[in-house]
């Protein structure tokens, strides 16, 4: 099997809490890197953007049909070993981890150059790593399962914590999170199978191809083209929420071997998958991922051990950046109007966490709230524009964790940010 899955687990990222602090779990020993490093205790830093609205309630219509799957291989792990449990001996996790992989299934075996029937021939295997002892599949030490998620290539099958890991998922993020962040690991599977990348390519390629390929399954998923997961459009920015939160740190390297982007670059990547669907995910090169990062400082910005911090009017700081700040850019577009003390012009409780630049787009956009339609979509397109300036780009996750956490956000407005970034004001109309 020709795999560029180069070691024998491939994990969602690391967790950057609020405010840029990286909280993730060690790293195993042995071949595993870990997979989702979601630990429970994690929660209490306040993943849902800590300070700020927590984003869009639930919509009644996301859910996953916990329907009996018997075509997928399943195995469950724990301190009585290893079984091979029933339908009616499954619990709901079980059932609803093998649900999503079954629909998985279903749109893998019908990609135009999919991987046919051969798909995931070991299936799932759900590990309680707490009681068990020894090896499990890919690793070494069972201990080195805790809070991860992973395609082990050995066992061609999607391995998890099934105690510390599906729950959490499933309880703070939400069923149709637990779909995307599964279909992340199924892109793995599918990547050996097609060849996708070569040793030699950067593990930012590998993990953003795996991104991509979750985004075309929820663009799947959430034009109902799914039998099992449905997540109805108002669910997607709920959805994508775990990969924008397990993360690269600001000032990563992006030539890593763990290398997994930025909350920019995974929904980049997320978003090509739902626009253009599976045969842009496999274009995806390494020279491409690496001159488009976030990580990291283009020329001309600090460097990326900068921290990002100070007056966020003054556009001499770090936090301000090159040229004027958010709200003057907004009020010389006519979308707001002038203002003289741009940093008093919001309820910013909270934001200072997240830092200046995303500071600077709380007190500006808080002044476009008046502007709907297309205005509001320019709004947030000059936003990223402005987060894309030389000496802010490796600040972009503060002003898109801004925006995310908003209680109306939409994947729309993610979408005209990333624009905004990419293309720059003069593609904001």
């Known amino acids: 099997m020709r795999s560029g899955v180069r070691a024998s687990s491939r994990r969602l990222g690391a967790l950057t809490a609020p405010g840029g602090r990286a909280v993730s779990g060690r790293t195993a020993r042995g071949r595993l890197r870990p997979g989702i490093r979601l630990l429970v205790g994690v929660l209490s830093v306040g993943v849902a953007l800590s300070g700020c609205a927590a984003g869009p309630a639930p919509v009644a219509a996301e859910r996953i049909d916990p329907v009996t799957v018997t075509d997928v291989p399943f195995l469950r792990v724990d301190g009585s070993g290893t079984s091979a449990p029933s339908p009616a001996d499954r619990s709901v996790d079980e059932t609803t981890a093998l649900a999503v992989l079954a629909d998985l299934d279903d749109f893998a075996t019908g990609l135009p150059d999919g991987p046919g029937d051969d798909v995931l021939s070991g299936g799932y295997a759900a590990v309680d790593p707490a009681p068990t002892d020894g090896s499990v599949l890919c690793v070494g030490r069972a201990a080195d399962l805790v809070g991860t998620a992973f395609f082990c290539p050995e066992q061609d099958a999607i391995v998890a ?9 499933r309880g703070h993020y939400g069923d149709a ?8 690991e ?14 030699d390519d950067p593990a930012l390629l590998v993990e953003l191809q795996a991104d991509c390929f979750a985004g075309a399954f929820l663009g799947r998923a959430t034009a109902g083209a799914t039998e099992r997961v449905h997540i109805p459009a108002g669910s997607d920015l709920r959805a994508i929420a775990p990969l924008l939160d397990f993360r690269d740190a600001p000032g990563s390297d992006p030539r890593a071997g763990a290398a997994h982007g930025s ?14 669907g599976v045969p842009a995910c496999r274009a995806m090169t390494g020279e491409q991922v690496l001159a488009s990062t976030t990580l ?8 990326a051990s900068d921290p990002v911090e100070g007056d966020p009017s003054d556009s001499s700081a770090p936090g301000g950046g090159d040229g004027p700040d958010m709200a003057t850019v907004l009020a010389a577009a006519g979308l707001i109007p002038p203002v003289t003390d741009p940093t008093t012009a ?10 200046p630049v995303a500071r600077q787009a709380a ?23 402005w987060a894309g300036e030389p000496s802010r780009r490796h600040a972009a996750d503060q002003a898109i964790d801004y925006l995310r956490g908003r209680p109306d956000a939409t994947y729309a407005q993610l979408q005209a940010f990333s624009s905004g970034l990419d293309g720059g004001a003069a593609g904001c109309g």
């Open 161 to 169: 914590d099934s105690a510390g890991l599906i729950p959490v998922l």
């Open 177 to 184: 999170a637990l779909a995307v962040a599964l279909a992340h």
């Open 186 to 199: 199924y892109g793995h599977a599918v990547q050996a199978r097609g060849g996708w990348t070569g040793p």
């Open 263 to 276: 909350a920019v670059d995974r929904f980049r990547a997320l978003d090509t998958g739902v626009r253009a």
């Open 296 to 303: 990291g400082m283009p020329d001309g910005g600090a460097t």
């Open 346 to 355: 919001a309820d910013l409780d909270g934001v200072d966490a997240l830092g």
């Open 363 to 385: 007190t500006a956009l808080a002044q476009a709230d008046a502007a709907t339609g297309d205005d509001a979509s320019r709004a947030t397109c000059l936003l990223g524009a």
